[in-house]
Protein backbone atom coordinates (compact mmCIF):
# COMPACT_ATOMS: atom_id res chain seq x y z
CA UNK A 1 0.00 0.00 0.00
CA UNK A 2 1.56 3.25 -1.48
CA UNK A 3 0.18 5.19 1.67
CA UNK A 4 2.47 3.35 3.90
CA UNK A 5 5.34 6.02 3.95
CA UNK A 6 2.75 8.61 4.73
CA UNK A 7 3.86 11.32 7.64
CA UNK A 8 1.36 11.91 9.54
CA UNK A 9 1.99 15.37 10.96
CA UNK A 10 -1.16 16.26 12.61
CA UNK A 11 -1.81 16.40 16.23
CA UNK A 12 -3.16 13.28 17.76
CA UNK A 13 -6.49 12.73 18.02
CA UNK A 14 -7.23 12.64 22.27
CA UNK A 15 -9.71 10.14 23.40
CA UNK A 16 -11.50 9.38 26.44
CA UNK A 17 -12.52 6.22 27.49
CA UNK A 18 -15.25 6.36 29.97
CA UNK A 19 -16.90 3.57 31.95
CA UNK A 20 -14.43 0.89 30.88
CA UNK A 21 -11.89 -0.64 33.05
CA UNK A 22 -8.35 -0.33 33.18
CA UNK A 23 -7.80 -3.64 31.41
CA UNK A 24 -9.98 -1.77 28.53
CA UNK A 25 -8.68 1.18 28.91
CA UNK A 26 -4.57 -0.14 28.66
CA UNK A 27 -5.59 -2.24 25.83
CA UNK A 28 -6.90 1.26 24.30
CA UNK A 29 -3.32 2.41 24.59
CA UNK A 30 -1.39 0.15 23.58
CA UNK A 31 -4.11 0.15 20.16
CA UNK A 32 -3.26 3.59 20.07
CA UNK A 33 0.20 3.27 20.31
CA UNK A 34 1.42 -0.04 18.39
CA UNK A 35 -1.85 -0.10 15.41
CA UNK A 36 -2.89 3.61 15.22
CA UNK A 37 0.54 4.90 15.57
CA UNK A 38 -0.36 6.97 17.87
CA UNK A 39 -2.65 8.88 15.66
CA UNK A 40 -4.90 8.58 19.24
CA UNK A 41 -4.09 9.18 22.66
CA UNK A 42 -5.95 8.60 25.26
CA UNK A 43 -6.61 11.51 27.79
CA UNK A 44 -8.91 12.27 30.73
CA UNK A 45 -12.45 13.30 29.99
CA UNK A 46 -11.75 17.05 29.96
CA UNK A 47 -9.52 17.17 27.45
CA UNK A 48 -10.99 14.60 25.00
CA UNK A 49 -11.79 15.29 21.42
CA UNK A 50 -13.55 12.36 21.29
CA UNK A 51 -14.92 9.89 23.75
CA UNK A 52 -15.42 6.33 23.67
CA UNK A 53 -18.57 5.08 26.70
CA UNK A 54 -19.20 0.81 27.86
CA UNK A 55 -22.93 1.20 27.54
CA UNK A 56 -22.89 -2.02 29.65
CA UNK A 57 -21.14 0.03 32.29
CA UNK A 58 -24.03 0.43 35.09
CA UNK A 59 -22.79 4.28 34.30
CA UNK A 60 -22.97 4.09 30.62
CA UNK A 61 -26.14 5.35 29.45
CA UNK A 62 -26.57 8.45 31.54
CA UNK A 63 -22.49 9.26 30.38
CA UNK A 64 -23.96 8.95 27.08
CA UNK A 65 -26.68 11.18 27.76
CA UNK A 66 -24.01 13.61 29.66
CA UNK A 67 -22.61 13.83 26.57
CA UNK A 68 -24.43 14.67 24.00
CA UNK A 69 -26.06 17.27 26.61
CA UNK A 70 -22.73 18.57 27.40
CA UNK A 71 -20.57 18.06 24.75
CA UNK A 72 -22.69 17.61 21.49
CA UNK A 73 -20.30 18.10 18.86
CA UNK A 74 -17.88 15.63 20.52
CA UNK A 75 -18.10 12.48 18.63
CA UNK A 76 -19.13 9.59 20.63
CA UNK A 77 -18.22 5.88 20.16
CA UNK A 78 -20.86 3.58 22.08
CA UNK A 79 -19.87 -0.06 23.09
CA UNK A 80 -21.96 -2.69 23.96
CA UNK A 81 -23.20 -6.09 24.51
CA UNK A 82 -26.30 -6.43 22.38
CA UNK A 83 -27.59 -3.56 19.89
CA UNK A 84 -28.65 -0.82 21.00
CA UNK A 85 -30.56 2.17 20.10
CA UNK A 86 -28.41 5.12 19.42
CA UNK A 87 -28.97 7.68 17.07
CA UNK A 88 -26.11 9.00 15.55
CA UNK A 89 -23.82 7.52 17.77
CA UNK A 90 -21.51 5.38 16.47
CA UNK A 91 -21.96 2.34 17.55
CA UNK A 92 -19.69 -0.91 18.17
CA UNK A 93 -20.65 -4.30 19.44
CA UNK A 94 -18.56 -6.59 21.76
CA UNK A 95 -16.18 -8.22 21.33
CA UNK A 96 -14.42 -5.71 19.76
CA UNK A 97 -12.82 -6.06 16.69
CA UNK A 98 -9.65 -4.27 15.70
CA UNK A 99 -10.95 -3.58 12.06
CA UNK A 100 -14.07 -1.86 13.44
CA UNK A 101 -12.34 0.12 16.14
CA UNK A 102 -10.24 1.65 14.31
CA UNK A 103 -12.82 2.78 11.68
CA UNK A 104 -14.88 3.98 14.19
CA UNK A 105 -12.23 5.92 15.61
CA UNK A 106 -11.57 7.37 12.07
CA UNK A 107 -15.27 8.57 11.87
CA UNK A 108 -15.01 10.17 15.37
CA UNK A 109 -11.50 11.74 13.89
CA UNK A 110 -13.39 13.08 10.65
CA UNK A 111 -16.18 14.50 13.16
CA UNK A 112 -14.12 15.94 15.22
CA UNK A 113 -11.99 17.66 13.17
CA UNK A 114 -14.41 18.74 11.14
CA UNK A 115 -17.89 18.84 11.47
CA UNK A 116 -18.94 19.53 8.04
CA UNK A 117 -17.28 16.42 6.95
CA UNK A 118 -19.72 14.52 4.86
CA UNK A 119 -17.18 11.58 3.81
CA UNK A 120 -17.92 9.05 6.07
CA UNK A 121 -21.52 8.09 5.98
CA UNK A 122 -23.84 5.25 7.19
CA UNK A 123 -21.72 2.30 5.28
CA UNK A 124 -19.17 2.00 8.09
CA UNK A 125 -22.19 1.84 10.84
CA UNK A 126 -22.77 -0.97 9.30
CA UNK A 127 -19.68 -2.74 9.52
CA UNK A 128 -19.55 -1.58 13.07
CA UNK A 129 -22.19 -3.94 13.81
CA UNK A 130 -20.35 -6.85 12.90
CA UNK A 131 -18.14 -8.53 16.13
CA UNK A 132 -15.69 -11.12 14.42
CA UNK A 133 -13.46 -11.15 17.15
CA UNK A 134 -13.28 -11.50 21.38
CA UNK A 135 -10.80 -8.62 22.78
CA UNK A 136 -12.33 -8.82 26.14
CA UNK A 137 -13.99 -11.50 26.67
CA UNK A 138 -11.01 -14.20 25.70
CA UNK A 139 -8.30 -11.80 27.43
CA UNK A 140 -6.85 -10.92 24.47
CA UNK A 141 -5.54 -7.37 24.17
CA UNK A 142 -7.51 -5.25 21.87
CA UNK A 143 -4.42 -5.97 19.47
CA UNK A 144 -4.51 -9.15 17.84
CA UNK A 145 -3.10 -11.59 15.64
CA UNK A 146 -4.67 -12.18 11.35
CA UNK A 147 -4.84 -8.21 11.38
CA UNK A 148 -2.65 -7.53 8.14
CA UNK A 149 1.10 -6.45 9.22
CA UNK A 150 0.83 -3.40 9.78
CA UNK A 151 2.12 -0.19 8.62
CA UNK A 152 0.13 2.44 10.59
CA UNK A 153 -3.21 1.36 11.61
CA UNK A 154 -4.65 4.17 10.13
CA UNK A 155 -3.90 4.08 6.53
CA UNK A 156 -5.62 0.42 6.91
CA UNK A 157 -8.60 1.70 8.08
CA UNK A 158 -8.72 4.26 5.77
CA UNK A 159 -7.97 2.15 3.18
CA UNK A 160 -10.87 -0.66 4.34
CA UNK A 161 -13.21 2.27 4.70
CA UNK A 162 -12.65 3.65 0.87
CA UNK A 163 -13.09 -0.61 -0.01
CA UNK A 164 -17.06 -0.70 1.69
CA UNK A 165 -17.53 2.18 -0.23
CA UNK A 166 -16.44 0.74 -3.53
CA UNK A 167 -18.45 -2.17 -2.88
CA UNK A 168 -21.71 -0.37 -3.95
CA UNK A 169 -20.09 2.28 -5.64
CA UNK A 170 -17.04 0.99 -6.95
CA UNK A 171 -14.10 3.06 -7.96
CA UNK A 172 -14.71 3.83 -11.84
CA UNK A 173 -13.26 7.67 -12.25
CA UNK A 174 -15.42 9.83 -14.41
CA UNK A 175 -16.31 8.96 -18.28
CA UNK A 176 -15.32 10.77 -21.31
CA UNK A 177 -18.85 10.32 -22.90
CA UNK A 178 -17.57 10.77 -26.05
CA UNK A 179 -15.60 7.62 -25.68
CA UNK A 180 -17.64 4.76 -26.40
CA UNK A 181 -15.39 2.31 -24.91
CA UNK A 182 -16.01 4.34 -21.49
CA UNK A 183 -19.54 4.26 -21.86
CA UNK A 184 -19.53 0.47 -22.23
CA UNK A 185 -17.14 0.15 -19.16
CA UNK A 186 -20.20 2.17 -17.19
CA UNK A 187 -22.65 -0.33 -18.40
CA UNK A 188 -24.32 -3.71 -16.90
CA UNK A 189 -27.12 -5.91 -17.28
CA UNK A 190 -29.32 -6.08 -14.05
CA UNK A 191 -31.25 -8.61 -15.33
CA UNK A 192 -28.07 -11.08 -14.89
CA UNK A 193 -27.90 -10.29 -11.06
CA UNK A 194 -29.51 -11.03 -8.56
CA UNK A 195 -31.04 -7.31 -8.73
CA UNK A 196 -32.92 -8.22 -11.80
CA UNK A 197 -34.22 -11.63 -10.65
CA UNK A 198 -35.47 -10.00 -7.57
CA UNK A 199 -37.17 -7.62 -9.32
CA UNK A 200 -39.06 -10.13 -11.81
CA UNK A 201 -39.85 -13.07 -8.94
CA UNK A 202 -41.26 -9.91 -6.65
CA UNK A 203 -43.18 -8.83 -9.65
CA UNK A 204 -44.76 -12.88 -10.35
CA UNK A 205 -45.12 -12.80 -6.16
CA UNK A 206 -47.48 -9.98 -6.03
CA UNK A 207 -49.77 -10.60 -8.73
CA UNK A 208 -50.21 -13.93 -7.25
CA UNK A 209 -50.01 -12.85 -3.46
CA UNK A 210 -47.95 -15.91 -2.14
CA UNK A 211 -44.93 -16.03 -0.48
CA UNK A 212 -41.96 -16.89 -2.52
CA UNK A 213 -39.00 -18.85 -1.71
CA UNK A 214 -35.32 -18.09 -3.52
CA UNK A 215 -33.27 -20.99 -3.16
CA UNK A 216 -29.15 -20.73 -3.85
CA UNK A 217 -26.59 -23.41 -3.57
CA UNK A 218 -25.22 -24.37 -0.41
CA UNK A 219 -28.75 -24.10 1.38
CA UNK A 220 -29.07 -20.46 1.10
CA UNK A 221 -32.65 -19.49 1.01
CA UNK A 222 -34.20 -16.37 0.96
CA UNK A 223 -38.04 -16.02 1.25
CA UNK A 224 -40.07 -12.53 0.10
CA UNK A 225 -43.38 -12.07 2.11
CA UNK A 226 -45.63 -10.23 -0.41
CA UNK A 227 -48.19 -8.47 2.79
CA UNK A 228 -45.56 -7.66 4.83
CA UNK A 229 -43.07 -6.25 2.04
CA UNK A 230 -40.38 -7.89 4.27
CA UNK A 231 -37.63 -10.84 2.99
CA UNK A 232 -36.29 -13.74 5.39
CA UNK A 233 -32.62 -14.00 4.63
CA UNK A 234 -30.43 -16.65 6.04
CA UNK A 235 -27.32 -15.71 4.76
CA UNK A 236 -24.51 -13.59 6.26
CA UNK A 237 -24.45 -9.97 4.82
CA UNK A 238 -21.22 -10.52 3.16
CA UNK A 239 -22.65 -13.50 1.33
CA UNK A 240 -25.39 -11.95 0.30
CA UNK A 241 -23.05 -8.77 -1.10
CA UNK A 242 -21.45 -11.55 -2.83
CA UNK A 243 -24.18 -13.26 -4.43
CA UNK A 244 -25.45 -9.78 -5.57
CA UNK A 245 -22.20 -8.33 -7.23
CA UNK A 246 -21.96 -11.26 -9.00
CA UNK A 247 -23.94 -12.30 -12.13
CA UNK A 248 -26.34 -15.27 -11.58
CA UNK A 249 -26.08 -18.78 -13.50
CA UNK A 250 -28.82 -19.99 -14.70
CA UNK A 251 -28.35 -22.81 -12.00
CA UNK A 252 -27.63 -20.62 -9.35
CA UNK A 253 -31.22 -19.77 -8.37
CA UNK A 254 -34.48 -21.43 -8.12
CA UNK A 255 -37.84 -20.55 -6.81
CA UNK A 256 -41.01 -21.70 -5.56
CA UNK A 257 -43.82 -20.18 -3.81
CA UNK A 258 -44.72 -21.38 -0.69
CA UNK A 259 -47.60 -21.22 2.10
CA UNK A 260 -44.68 -19.78 4.71
CA UNK A 261 -45.93 -17.19 6.88
CA UNK A 262 -44.18 -14.21 7.86
CA UNK A 263 -43.08 -15.02 11.26
CA UNK A 264 -40.48 -12.15 12.84
CA UNK A 265 -39.82 -14.90 15.74
CA UNK A 266 -39.00 -18.15 13.51
CA UNK A 267 -36.09 -16.37 12.13
CA UNK A 268 -32.55 -15.44 13.39
CA UNK A 269 -31.94 -11.74 14.98
CA UNK A 270 -31.02 -10.17 12.08
CA UNK A 271 -32.33 -11.82 9.42
CA UNK A 272 -35.05 -9.69 8.41
CA UNK A 273 -34.32 -7.00 6.01
CA UNK A 274 -37.56 -4.94 4.35
CA UNK A 275 -37.83 -5.99 0.71
CA UNK A 276 -36.98 -2.39 -0.45
CA UNK A 277 -34.12 -1.85 1.32
CA UNK A 278 -32.94 -5.87 -0.09
CA UNK A 279 -33.83 -4.45 -3.57
CA UNK A 280 -31.83 -1.34 -3.08
CA UNK A 281 -29.33 -2.94 -1.82
CA UNK A 282 -28.89 -6.12 -4.33
CA UNK A 283 -29.14 -3.15 -6.90
CA UNK A 284 -26.12 -1.10 -5.39
CA UNK A 285 -23.78 -4.00 -4.90
CA UNK A 286 -24.73 -5.21 -8.68
CA UNK A 287 -24.56 -1.81 -9.88
CA UNK A 288 -20.89 -0.77 -8.81
CA UNK A 289 -21.25 2.60 -9.64
CA UNK A 290 -22.49 1.40 -13.25
CA UNK A 291 -25.83 1.87 -15.04
CA UNK A 292 -28.26 -0.57 -16.66
CA UNK A 293 -27.61 -1.09 -20.11
CA UNK A 294 -30.28 1.31 -22.02
CA UNK A 295 -29.87 4.01 -19.60
CA UNK A 296 -29.23 6.91 -22.24
CA UNK A 297 -26.83 9.32 -20.12
CA UNK A 298 -28.25 12.02 -21.13
CA UNK A 299 -31.63 11.69 -20.87
CA UNK A 300 -33.40 14.06 -18.20
CA UNK A 301 -34.36 12.12 -14.59
CA UNK A 302 -36.71 12.52 -12.27
CA UNK A 303 -37.72 10.82 -9.13
CA UNK A 304 -41.34 9.70 -9.07
CA UNK A 305 -41.37 9.43 -5.46
CA UNK A 306 -38.61 9.75 -2.77
CA UNK A 307 -37.67 6.29 -1.71
CA UNK A 308 -37.33 5.70 2.05
CA UNK A 309 -34.23 6.73 3.02
CA UNK A 310 -34.66 6.98 6.30
CA UNK A 311 -34.80 3.05 6.00
CA UNK A 312 -32.12 2.41 2.67
CA UNK A 313 -28.20 2.18 3.00
CA UNK A 314 -27.55 6.02 2.30
CA UNK A 315 -24.45 6.74 0.26
CA UNK A 316 -22.86 9.89 -0.54
CA UNK A 317 -24.58 12.43 -1.59
CA UNK A 318 -28.34 10.41 -1.98
CA UNK A 319 -30.09 13.12 -0.28
CA UNK A 320 -28.97 15.90 -2.92
CA UNK A 321 -29.64 13.42 -6.20
CA UNK A 322 -33.13 12.48 -4.40
CA UNK A 323 -33.62 16.61 -3.96
CA UNK A 324 -32.68 17.59 -7.35
CA UNK A 325 -34.58 14.90 -9.08
CA UNK A 326 -37.77 15.22 -7.13
CA UNK A 327 -37.43 18.97 -8.07
CA UNK A 328 -35.87 19.21 -11.54
CA UNK A 329 -35.41 16.79 -14.72
CA UNK A 330 -32.08 16.36 -15.03
CA UNK A 331 -29.42 14.29 -16.83
CA UNK A 332 -27.04 11.64 -15.38
CA UNK A 333 -24.44 13.62 -16.38
CA UNK A 334 -25.56 16.77 -15.76
CA UNK A 335 -26.46 15.56 -11.83
CA UNK A 336 -22.86 15.09 -11.34
CA UNK A 337 -21.95 18.21 -13.27
CA UNK A 338 -24.30 20.15 -11.40
CA UNK A 339 -23.66 18.93 -7.81
CA UNK A 340 -20.11 18.59 -8.39
CA UNK A 341 -19.27 14.87 -7.32
CA UNK A 342 -18.44 11.56 -8.75
CA UNK A 343 -20.45 10.48 -11.31
CA UNK A 344 -20.44 6.94 -9.91
CA UNK A 345 -21.98 8.38 -7.57
CA UNK A 346 -25.21 9.85 -9.34
CA UNK A 347 -24.71 6.11 -11.47
CA UNK A 348 -25.26 4.34 -8.27
CA UNK A 349 -28.10 6.27 -6.93
CA UNK A 350 -29.81 5.90 -10.42
CA UNK A 351 -29.27 1.96 -10.85
CA UNK A 352 -30.81 1.71 -6.92
CA UNK A 353 -34.17 4.12 -8.20
CA UNK A 354 -34.21 2.38 -10.91
CA UNK A 355 -34.86 -1.23 -8.94
CA UNK A 356 -36.90 0.36 -7.09
CA UNK A 357 -38.96 1.50 -10.21
CA UNK A 358 -38.88 5.34 -8.93
CA UNK A 359 -36.65 6.56 -11.59
CA UNK A 360 -38.45 8.11 -14.63
CA UNK A 361 -36.81 9.00 -17.44
CA UNK A 362 -39.89 10.29 -19.42
CA UNK A 363 -39.93 13.82 -17.57
CA UNK A 364 -43.37 13.05 -16.74
CA UNK A 365 -42.42 14.55 -13.36
CA UNK A 366 -45.54 16.92 -12.02
CA UNK A 367 -45.73 19.98 -13.16
CA UNK A 368 -43.74 22.31 -11.25
CA UNK A 369 -44.58 26.16 -10.27
CA UNK A 370 -41.29 27.17 -9.45
CA UNK A 371 -42.48 29.50 -7.41
CA UNK A 372 -39.37 31.47 -6.43
CA UNK A 373 -38.77 30.88 -2.64
CA UNK A 374 -39.26 33.84 0.09
CA UNK A 375 -39.70 33.42 3.36
CA UNK A 376 -42.74 34.20 4.98
CA UNK A 377 -44.32 37.09 5.79
CA UNK A 378 -41.64 39.79 6.39
CA UNK A 379 -38.85 37.80 5.09
CA UNK A 380 -36.45 38.98 2.11
CA UNK A 381 -35.58 36.21 -0.13
CA UNK A 382 -31.81 35.35 0.19
CA UNK A 383 -29.64 36.94 -2.78
CA UNK A 384 -26.89 33.64 -2.34
CA UNK A 385 -27.94 30.89 -4.63
CA UNK A 386 -26.03 28.47 -2.91
CA UNK A 387 -27.64 30.08 0.74
CA UNK A 388 -29.23 26.74 1.73
CA UNK A 389 -26.39 24.92 0.51
CA UNK A 390 -24.32 26.74 3.07
CA UNK A 391 -26.28 24.65 5.53
CA UNK A 392 -26.65 21.40 4.15
CA UNK A 393 -23.46 20.15 5.21
CA UNK A 394 -24.01 20.79 8.80
CA UNK A 395 -27.01 18.63 8.69
CA UNK A 396 -25.10 15.81 7.13
CA UNK A 397 -22.38 15.93 9.76
CA UNK A 398 -25.30 16.07 12.09
CA UNK A 399 -26.13 12.18 10.78
CA UNK A 400 -23.83 10.17 12.23
CA UNK B 1 -27.44 38.75 4.76
CA UNK B 2 -29.60 36.92 6.99
CA UNK B 3 -27.92 34.66 9.11
CA UNK B 4 -30.45 32.03 10.67
CA UNK B 5 -33.18 29.69 9.47
CA UNK B 6 -36.27 28.68 10.71
CA UNK B 7 -37.77 25.50 10.30
CA UNK B 8 -41.67 24.59 11.42
CA UNK B 9 -42.24 21.35 12.83
CA UNK B 10 -46.07 20.34 12.94
CA UNK B 11 -48.71 17.26 13.18
CA UNK B 12 -51.14 16.43 15.31
CA UNK B 13 -50.87 15.37 18.79
CA UNK B 14 -48.59 12.65 19.83
CA UNK B 15 -47.09 12.52 16.82
CA UNK B 16 -43.35 13.33 18.36
CA UNK B 17 -42.62 16.82 17.19
CA UNK B 18 -40.82 17.69 20.76
CA UNK B 19 -39.00 14.68 20.81
CA UNK B 20 -37.72 15.61 17.09
CA UNK B 21 -36.82 18.26 18.01
CA UNK B 22 -34.92 17.22 21.30
CA UNK B 23 -33.49 14.62 19.25
CA UNK B 24 -31.62 17.25 16.88
CA UNK B 25 -31.64 20.22 19.13
CA UNK B 26 -28.04 20.91 20.56
CA UNK B 27 -29.33 23.08 23.34
CA UNK B 28 -31.99 22.08 25.66
CA UNK B 29 -35.35 22.09 23.92
CA UNK B 30 -37.87 25.31 25.65
CA UNK B 31 -41.05 23.43 25.64
CA UNK B 32 -44.23 24.35 27.16
CA UNK B 33 -45.72 20.84 27.69
CA UNK B 34 -49.22 20.79 30.04
CA UNK B 35 -50.44 17.75 31.42
CA UNK B 36 -52.83 16.21 28.81
CA UNK B 37 -56.66 16.01 28.63
CA UNK B 38 -58.43 12.93 30.06
CA UNK B 39 -58.81 12.29 26.26
CA UNK B 40 -55.16 12.13 25.38
CA UNK B 41 -53.86 10.53 28.39
CA UNK B 42 -53.96 7.11 27.08
CA UNK B 43 -51.92 8.38 24.33
CA UNK B 44 -49.03 10.58 26.02
CA UNK B 45 -48.61 12.60 29.57
CA UNK B 46 -47.94 15.81 28.35
CA UNK B 47 -48.75 17.61 25.46
CA UNK B 48 -47.55 20.61 23.57
CA UNK B 49 -49.77 23.87 24.47
CA UNK B 50 -47.86 27.17 22.92
CA UNK B 51 -44.53 25.88 21.06
CA UNK B 52 -41.55 24.02 21.56
CA UNK B 53 -38.03 25.58 20.65
CA UNK B 54 -34.82 24.24 19.61
CA UNK B 55 -31.62 25.41 18.18
CA UNK B 56 -28.82 23.67 16.10
CA UNK B 57 -25.53 25.88 16.55
CA UNK B 58 -23.58 26.06 13.60
CA UNK B 59 -19.68 26.56 13.98
CA UNK B 60 -20.04 29.84 12.08
CA UNK B 61 -22.19 31.39 14.68
CA UNK B 62 -25.20 31.05 12.50
CA UNK B 63 -28.07 29.31 13.85
CA UNK B 64 -31.07 26.92 13.10
CA UNK B 65 -33.75 27.42 14.68
CA UNK B 66 -36.33 24.88 15.45
CA UNK B 67 -39.75 25.92 16.20
CA UNK B 68 -42.90 22.95 16.80
CA UNK B 69 -46.27 23.93 16.84
CA UNK B 70 -48.84 22.93 19.04
CA UNK B 71 -50.73 19.44 18.21
CA UNK B 72 -53.77 20.05 19.47
CA UNK B 73 -56.43 22.34 16.77
CA UNK B 74 -57.38 24.35 19.77
CA UNK B 75 -54.21 25.78 20.00
CA UNK B 76 -54.21 26.46 16.29
CA UNK B 77 -54.05 30.45 16.07
CA UNK B 78 -50.60 30.05 17.10
CA UNK B 79 -49.72 28.10 14.53
CA UNK B 80 -49.96 30.64 11.78
CA UNK B 81 -48.13 33.29 14.70
CA UNK B 82 -45.09 30.29 14.19
CA UNK B 83 -44.39 29.55 11.04
CA UNK B 84 -43.59 33.70 10.30
CA UNK B 85 -40.40 33.85 8.96
CA UNK B 86 -40.44 29.83 8.81
CA UNK B 87 -38.19 28.59 5.66
CA UNK B 88 -39.78 25.51 5.27
CA UNK B 89 -41.89 22.89 7.52
CA UNK B 90 -41.62 19.39 8.86
CA UNK B 91 -44.83 17.37 9.04
CA UNK B 92 -44.64 14.53 11.17
CA UNK B 93 -47.47 12.24 11.35
CA UNK B 94 -48.51 9.61 13.68
CA UNK B 95 -49.56 6.21 11.83
CA UNK B 96 -50.96 4.61 15.36
CA UNK B 97 -53.91 7.71 15.57
CA UNK B 98 -57.29 6.54 14.01
CA UNK B 99 -57.19 7.78 10.35
CA UNK B 100 -53.54 9.58 9.43
CA UNK B 101 -53.84 9.92 5.94
CA UNK B 102 -56.92 12.48 7.09
CA UNK B 103 -54.31 13.82 9.58
CA UNK B 104 -52.02 14.16 6.72
CA UNK B 105 -54.38 15.94 4.53
CA UNK B 106 -55.46 17.82 6.86
CA UNK B 107 -52.18 19.44 8.37
CA UNK B 108 -51.45 19.79 4.08
CA UNK B 109 -54.28 22.05 3.76
CA UNK B 110 -54.11 24.24 6.78
CA UNK B 111 -50.48 24.87 5.96
CA UNK B 112 -51.37 25.43 2.31
CA UNK B 113 -50.69 28.06 1.12
CA UNK B 114 -46.96 27.94 3.64
CA UNK B 115 -45.99 25.10 2.30
CA UNK B 116 -46.38 26.58 -1.39
CA UNK B 117 -44.40 29.40 -0.75
CA UNK B 118 -41.80 27.14 0.82
CA UNK B 119 -41.23 22.89 0.83
CA UNK B 120 -42.76 20.29 3.12
CA UNK B 121 -41.32 17.02 4.23
CA UNK B 122 -43.20 14.75 5.80
CA UNK B 123 -42.44 11.97 8.49
CA UNK B 124 -44.35 9.18 9.45
CA UNK B 125 -43.93 7.70 12.86
CA UNK B 126 -44.86 5.05 15.11
CA UNK B 127 -45.00 2.51 12.13
CA UNK B 128 -43.64 -0.03 15.14
CA UNK B 129 -46.97 0.78 16.77
CA UNK B 130 -48.90 0.46 13.84
CA UNK B 131 -47.75 -0.58 10.68
CA UNK B 132 -50.69 0.67 8.33
CA UNK B 133 -51.32 2.87 6.74
CA UNK B 134 -48.38 1.61 4.25
CA UNK B 135 -46.43 4.24 2.75
CA UNK B 136 -47.69 3.66 -0.54
CA UNK B 137 -51.17 4.74 0.25
CA UNK B 138 -49.68 8.11 1.69
CA UNK B 139 -47.70 8.57 -1.87
CA UNK B 140 -50.95 7.77 -3.22
CA UNK B 141 -52.28 10.49 -1.17
CA UNK B 142 -49.43 13.01 -1.65
CA UNK B 143 -49.86 12.14 -5.72
CA UNK B 144 -52.34 14.84 -5.88
CA UNK B 145 -49.91 17.39 -4.33
CA UNK B 146 -47.98 19.54 -7.19
CA UNK B 147 -44.99 18.87 -5.67
CA UNK B 148 -43.06 15.33 -4.81
CA UNK B 149 -42.83 15.88 -1.52
CA UNK B 150 -40.29 13.77 0.89
CA UNK B 151 -42.00 11.06 2.72
CA UNK B 152 -39.64 8.58 5.20
CA UNK B 153 -40.90 6.41 7.95
CA UNK B 154 -39.31 8.09 10.98
CA UNK B 155 -38.24 7.39 14.51
CA UNK B 156 -38.70 11.10 16.33
CA UNK B 157 -36.08 9.71 18.83
CA UNK B 158 -33.46 8.93 16.81
CA UNK B 159 -31.14 12.05 15.29
CA UNK B 160 -30.51 10.37 11.91
CA UNK B 161 -34.03 10.04 11.23
CA UNK B 162 -34.51 13.32 11.96
CA UNK B 163 -31.99 14.76 10.07
CA UNK B 164 -33.09 12.88 6.79
CA UNK B 165 -35.87 14.50 7.03
CA UNK B 166 -34.38 17.99 7.69
CA UNK B 167 -31.77 17.57 5.12
CA UNK B 168 -34.76 16.80 2.34
CA UNK B 169 -36.19 19.95 3.07
CA UNK B 170 -33.19 21.80 2.76
CA UNK B 171 -32.41 19.80 -0.52
CA UNK B 172 -35.58 20.53 -1.92
CA UNK B 173 -35.46 24.14 -1.16
CA UNK B 174 -32.06 24.43 -2.50
CA UNK B 175 -33.02 22.86 -5.93
CA UNK B 176 -36.11 24.75 -6.13
CA UNK B 177 -34.64 27.96 -4.85
CA UNK B 178 -31.83 27.73 -8.00
CA UNK B 179 -34.78 27.83 -10.80
Given amino acids: MQASETTIEAPPVRVAALGVDDRIRNSLRLFFHESCKDRFQLVEEEAADAVIIDLDHKKGIRLAQEQQQLHPSTPVIVISQKPRETGSLISLLKPLKKRSLAKALLRAEAQAKDPHNSSSTLPSLQIASAPVASAEESGDDVVMEGVPPTSAGYQIARHLADKDLQAFLGSTPDIDTSSAQQQANIRYDPDSFLQGKLRQITAMMKQKGQAVRLQFSNEQFIILYPDEEMAQINMSESRLGALSAAPISPDGLSFTFCDDLFSPDDGAAGSFMRLDALMWKTALWASQGRIPYETDLHKSVALDRWPNLTRLLLLPNTLEIAALWAEQPHSLIETAAKLKIPQRYVFGFYSAVFALGLANTGETMKTLDYIPIAADVGEKQPTSASWFSNWIPFFRSKNR | ?179
Fill in chain 2, 1 to 179: MKKDLKIIFTGPVGAGKTTAINAISDTDTVSTNESSTDELRYRKNTTTVAMDYGIINMVDSKRVHLYGTPGQERFDFMWDILIQGGMGLVLLVDNARPDPLEDTQFFLQRFGDFIQRTRVAIGVTRMDISSTPRLNEYQTLLDEQTRNIPLFEVDARVRQDVSILVQSLLHSLDHQKRE
